[in-house]
């Protein structure tokens, strides 16, 4: 492994970034809050349902 190389990958990553814009930062952070959201309404449901079932958790 190259020790040069990576740094080199490393500084152009960095060259090609730039800081988004209040809006696509706004509209990322949307997405990705609702997406957190369904994965803990999915997994309340799944808890709600398996209290219910006989032998359940």
Do not use: C, H
């Not at 952070?29 to 309404?41: E, I």
């Amino acid at each position: 492994m190259d020790v040069k190389y990576d740094l080199s990958s490393y500084v152009r990553v960095l060259k090609m970034a730039s800081t988004p814009s209040w809006n696509e930062f706004s509209q990322v952070s949307k997405v990705a809050g609702a997406g957190v959201f369904l994965v803990g309404l999915l997994g309340f449901i799944i808890f709600a349902i398996m209290t219910f079932i006989p032998g359940g958790a």
